[in-house]
């Protein structure tokens, strides 16, 4: 520990810390506008130099490091003087368009000039103007306004992982510019909008709305991936008009995803629905509460009554909140009906019934970043759990080794230790060769089917990175939990787990993946799963926040079935299209903002939330519409006057900061069958990140990013050979009855045999299940 | 004063530019200096030891002593350590460097590998300026000579010790002789001083210990080792060892570069130089490159060519940069030139420098233009008090220094200028004088 002393207060702070750290640490301000506690120190602003004893000249605070003895005065008249004469700098070529910058009331500089600005310039001459850049559709530029801190080229390359900004020219010419006729394309790219102390990055959907001052801040959780981060909700005359990070060190740190930031915009999306509508003669009608509600009421009491409690089947989303989920499972075990579900994606329910628990990330989230050996299997991660990568990058510059398994090989932004890729059908082979390696090495036993396969290097070096492990982990992305074979690919990982020693977790797909197991959303023993529910089809379903279509794993079998039902009735915030064809009844419910309720995140966070703003036009919270439904089909247990009594039901009435008793990865036994492939072309789907879930469909501004490219067909080199296929031709795919046609790229990530094709868009709705066989002719 | 020519000697003026080969270097002498060190095992700390003697400073502009800084690599490093060789000889009014690289390469070669064995370092770059094609070439090919001999390579002259040397060319930006924006730019990013601590001798070329020294401190160093330290300062003055190369530029009659001894009087040199030009009056010289302040002719008179003279007078030896300017020199006009290079050459990266050295060259020009007001002069010293001392490197101070001291020996003439709306040289004094056209509504 080092002594100092600043303005006079005396403290011991760590060996290494800075004097800013130091301040920090007392409390004290030093003004500053290129430093932030997350990027690296640039020392350019110089707003922060101090003076420092025995020192010459005024020193920068964010790169001093501390010496014994040191004392620093932040106040004095050096100190002041410095400050002052750097702020005159910073201001001579600012715009000082205040009342028609959109940063304005929230702007750093702004608060500093009060503080340390004259309140007449001595600069007389031109200033300086800078061309506005195209960054994309989330990012607004004014260059003009930019004081060069550098804090978002510091953050592309640091945080982000790519530098997609960088400071080009010299001296006064210097601007803050993305590459050449290229735009910032990170799904992380909305943190440098915060991270600007200037007007300079504002955000492109928000701009021109409103004032910072105008806007009440709300606290709210994301309900997109597993992570849950938390948001502040800006609202203004109960319209959601921003979306901002809440700060928590120990699951978003101060960051968010572009999902999560701008997808508040569909919110506002004028395909809300906000009349309960009935399908009446082949019209849709809107209807009164009362009716639509009666109408349900009967229609599935009728249902049950002339075919039996299980031709009723109910698909809840994972988006759903907790109470939504015990409620809508609680409404159908009422009626007797044990077919609920909301693992719409998964495809692979072997393991139902010997689970211990609900599966979950094996550790809480902070912990990832002490992590020293990671394998991640089957995801998109980048893309699928962007702040999850951000956090596995960082603990890959410090060291870690970071190796994946998986059917395409993207760039992850991170250093990668090793990685093997293969076709889906051939993912538990992989693994089954880490799992023979690691054994061999610990002298562990194995299955026959594992022994007998044949390991190659790439496996060799991930069980040998694992087998040093100090802190080991080894995570299921959602590509592993959507496989065809994801029971076998747990019950591996959770043997080399065992092996290793290491740690085992799944990467939760959406904000209540967990939340559903708790919830018991769940087919009971003799109920069907989502799968079978659509396979085998029933007379009614009740849909809750999913766009069947989009959101189940076959989307042609969920098509099928609900087009034969008698029954279906859609709940949702959203006119969805395909319900319009489907359905027979749309509820109009709540999204996140204008509901209570709570998500359970993937590390078993339990986050309650309240509504931001009032429902939209006759919009009412899910929960409240399956309380009613449940005293109309006269069901007992449906008495809750709030969302904390439903949540007390599941939780008890002291909901717990964690639902640690609940999660469990540990199964029973599975049969590892090991198999080679066939040689058949076979589907790789991811599902997108601007199409995972029906808010994100709809938000226009992310629809507009380049990750919102509708969907093509990728195969490597050998594999278009085969097909007799050329990049940028149009192809028709088919699989099962449906087709699609879609332009061929060639991706050289991709293993032979591979046809990568995302999920979860319209123009693939045609299509069968996100893996397996699939035929490719060239048009 | 007798005049013994260390890095230039034996060259002839006349056939200088075909005797740079490494056989003519060795008949000079050459190389023997790298041959000694390796035949009498000569240990890195005693080469170390006899530069120290020599009081050899840095020939850059920071006059740092080269032994010294030497001795701050880390004798024990588990890890590449490097060498650069500052080449990127940017600064106005000098033009050493290139002289000695276009007519003596192997010397900068031989020093360089000297300093590589007496730093355990494995590997160097020569950073060469970028608007000097045809000396990066000359170096590629000197190099391939010194190759070829087994003077630099593996096990050099069949010993141990392994020297691997690179040339590197930038692209002409000034900044990039700051030696951390060297080392930025041959890592390929943009050049951009870094914040110190740490130095490059903790961590400098991608991350590791790091000594950068320039092309004439380096040349001096094989005469050195061969006729000791003690011989070396002996040449010069006490703490100012050796000789210097002066690039004299301006209103001389003989414009060009002087291998004299360090202290030797500035009138001397001028001297040599052939005096002013047309028999003017001397009215000022910056003795050390455009950063140094400038000193009015009465100063500069009396001071002697050595770090300590020059500091004493008020500026500084810098480059070793002389430019000399006579009566017809119009001081607005001349400092305003400076403050353009600056403004152009600041890198953009902390804000003082970047939106002051605008600043300031914007006044001065406004002043030059006969748009000068009553308390510009004021504005401008009060600008470069805030730049001076809070940049991140040494432009910012560069920068400032010439307008404080432009002004501070030349108030009347700026005065004059404000008052006048014109220059209180006559136009036709200063077309005489520099015979550059200058047009009458600028003065």
Request: net charge neutral.
């Amino acid at each position: 520990m080092l002594d100092i002393e600043i303005d006079g207060k005396a403290l011991q702070v760590a060996e290494g810390s800075t004097i800013i750290d130091a301040a920090h640490q007392l409390g004290t301000y030093i003004p500053h506008f290129c430093y932030h506690k997350k990027l690296s120190i640039a020392a350019n602003c110089r707003m922060c130099l101090v003076q420092v004893e025995k020192a010459p000249k005024p020193m920068p605070a964010c790169a001093t490091p501390v010496t014994n003895g040191m004392k620093v005065q932040t106040h004095s008249e050096q100190a002041v003087k410095a400050q002052k004469g750097v702020m005159e700098f910073l201001l001579i070529n600012h715009p000082l368009d205040c009342p028609i910058c959109d940063q304005g009331g929230e702007c750093l500089l702004q608060d500093l000039a009060v503080g340390y600005g004259a309140s007449a310039s001595r600069y007389q001459e031109e200033k300086r103007v800078v061309v506005n850049k195209n960054l994309g559709p989330l990012v607004a530029t004014d260059m003009t306004r930019c004081i060069n801190c550098t804090r978002c080229v510091r953050f592309t390359q640091e945080i982000a992982g790519l530098m997609e900004l960088g400071q080009a020219y010299r001296g006064e010419h210097a601007e803050i510019m993305s590459f050449i006729g290229q735009t910032v394309d990170s799904e992380l790219s909305g943190n440098i909008i915060d991270l600007c102390p200037v007007g300079a990055l504002t955000s492109k959907p928000f701009r021109f709305s409103a004032r910072t001052w105008e806007l009440s801040r709300r606290k709210s959780v994301s309900p997109h991936d597993g992570l849950g981060s938390p948001l502040i909700v800006q609202t203004k005359h109960d319209k959601v008009m921003r979306v901002l990070p809440l700060e928590n060190e120990d699951i978003n740190e101060c960051w968010l995803s572009d999902k999560d930031r701008f997808s508040y915009e569909a919110l506002n999306s004028p395909e809300r629905l906000t009349r309960p509508m009935l399908k009446h003669g082949g019209q849709w009608i809107e209807v009164e509460w009362q009716q639509a509600l009666d109408y349900v009421a009967h229609a599935f009491k009728d249902i049950a009554k002339n075919h039996g409690a299980a031709a009723l089947g109910a698909l809840l989303s994972p988006h759903a909140t907790l109470e939504e989920l015990h409620l809508g499972q609680k409404l159908m075990r009422g009626l007797d009906c044990g077919n609920v579900d909301f693992r719409l994606r998964q495809s692979d329910f072997s393991l139902d019934g010997k689970r211990q628990g609900a599966p979950w990330l094996g550790m809480r989230i902070a912990e990832i970043s002490s992590l020293d050996r990671v394998l991640v299997v089957g995801s998109f991660l980048r893309k699928d759990h962007p702040l999850i990568a951000h956090r596995l990058r960082q603990i890959s510059k410090r060291g870690a080794q970071v190796s994946l398994i998986h059917s395409a090989d993207e760039d992850q932004l991170l250093k990668v230790f090793a990685k093997a890729i293969a076709l889906p059908s051939q993912l538990p082979q992989l693994l089954a060769q880490v799992v023979k390696c690691s054994a061999l090495a610990k002298g562990a036993a194995v299955d026959a089917s594992i022994a007998a396969v044949t390991v190659t290097p790439a496996a060799q070096q991930i069980a040998e990175s694992l087998l040093s492990a100090t802190h080991g982990a080894i995570f299921l992305g959602n590509f592993a939990q959507q496989h065809a074979q994801a029971a076998v690919l747990q019950a591996l990982a959770q043997q080399l787990a065992n092996i290793t020693g290491a740690r085992f977790g799944f990467l939760g797909e959406a904000a209540n993946s967990v939340g559903g197991y708790v919830a018991k959303a769940l087919p009971g023993e003799q109920g069907l799963n989502a799968a079978q529910m659509l396979a085998t089809p029933r007379h009614g379903y009740l849909i809750l926040n999913a766009e069947a279509e989009l959101d189940c794993a076959d989307p042609q079998q969920a098509m099928a079935a609900l087009k034969q039902a008698a029954t279906v009735v859609v709940m949702s915030p959203f006119k969805l299209p395909g319900a319009l064809d489907y359905a027979d009844v749309l509820l109009p419910v709540s999204p996140f903002s204008e509901t209570s309720g709570s998500f359970v995140n993937t590390e078993g966070r339990v986050q309650s939330f309240s509504a931001v703003v009032r429902p939209l036009g006759e919009t009412r919270p899910a929960w409240k519409v399956l309380r009613v439904l449940g005293n109309l089909m006269q069901l007992p247990g449906f008495d809750q006057d709030s969302s904390e009594d439903v949540r007390a039901e599941v939780l008890g009435l002291a909901a717990p900061e964690f639902v640690a008793d609940r999660l469990s990865n540990l199964i029973g036994e599975v049969t590892i069958s090991v198999t080679a492939s066939t040689g058949d072309l076979e589907r790789v789907a991811d599902v997108p990140g601007y199409f995972a879930d029906a808010l994100v469909r709809r938000a226009p501004s992310l629809q507009k990013a380049r990750d919102a490219a509708p969907p093509a067909l990728r195969m490597n080199a050998a594999t278009m050979q085969r097909c007799g296929v050329s990049a940028g031709q149009a192809v028709r795919v088919k699989q099962g009855v449906g087709t699609a046609l879609l332009a061929a790229l060639l991706d050289a990530g991709l293993p032979d045999g591979a046809v990568r094709i995302s999920a979860a868009h319209p123009q693939v709705a045609g299509l069968a299940g996100m893996h397996g066989a699939i035929t490719v002719e060239a048009l | 004063m007798s005049v013994q020519p260390i890095l230039t000697a034996g060259i002839d003026p006349a056939t200088a530019d075909a005797t740079w080969h490494l056989d003519d270097y060795v008949r000079r002498g050459g190389y023997a200096a790298l041959r000694k060190i390796l035949a009498e095992n000569i240990t890195p700390e005693a080469v170390i030891n006899e530069v120290k003697k020599s009081s050899l400073r840095g020939r850059g502009g920071a006059g740092f002593p080269s032994g010294l800084k030497w001795s701050f690599m880390p004798r024990v490093y588990a890890g590449a350590k490097y060498l650069c060789c500052n080449s990127d000889e940017g600064e106005p009014g000098t033009f050493k460097d290139r002289d000695l690289l276009r007519y003596n390469p192997h010397q900068v070669i031989e020093g360089m590998a000297i300093a590589a064995y007496a730093m355990g370092t494995e590997r160097g770059y020569n950073y060469i300026h970028g608007e000097v094609w045809e000396l990066y070439s000359r170096f590629e090919e000197a190099l391939a000579e010194a190759r070829a001999a087994g003077l630099i390579g593996q096990n050099i002259l069949g010993s141990a010790f392994s020297f691997e040397l690179f040339a590197h060319h930038g692209y002409g930006a000034y900044i990039c002789g700051e030696e951390t924006a060297l080392l930025d730019s041959i890592e390929g990013k943009k050049g951009q001083p870094r914040y110190k601590p740490p130095f490059p001798a903790s961590f400098g070329l991608y991350g590791k210990p790091t000594t950068i020294n320039n092309t004439e401190t380096f040349a001096a160093v094989p005469w050195i080792i061969i006729n000791g330290g003690e011989k070396y300062l002996e040449l010069g003055k006490a703490n100012n060892g050796g000789t210097k190369l002066f690039s004299v530029s301006g209103h001389v009659v003989r414009p060009g570069n002087y291998e004299v001894p360090m202290g030797l009087p500035f009138a001397e040199l001028l001297k040599m130089a052939g005096g002013m030009r047309g028999g003017r009056k001397l009215k000022a010289c910056i003795p050390g490159g455009s950063s140094a302040p400038v000193l009015p002719a009465e100063i500069v008179m009396d001071c002697t060519m050595d770090y300590d003279s020059i500091a004493k007078a008020g500026s500084m030896l810098g480059s070793g940069a002389v430019i000399v300017m006579d009566e017809s020199t119009c001081m607005v006009r001349a400092l305003e030139r400076l403050s353009y290079f600056y403004f152009e050459e600041s890198c953009g990266q902390c804000t003082p420098c970047r939106e002051g050295t605008g600043w300031l060259y914007r006044v001065v020009h406004r002043i030059e233009h006969g748009q000068g007001r009553q308390d510009d002069l004021d504005l401008l010293n009060s600008v470069t008090d805030n730049i001076m001392g809070r940049t991140i490197c040494a432009l910012g101070d560069a920068a400032s220094l010439p307008v404080r001291s432009f002004i501070k020996h030349f108030k009347s003439e700026f005065e004059y200028h404000i008052e006048h709306k014109k220059c209180l040289v006559p136009p036709e004094v200063q077309r005489e004088g520099s015979k550059i056209y200058v047009r009458p509504s600028q003065c």
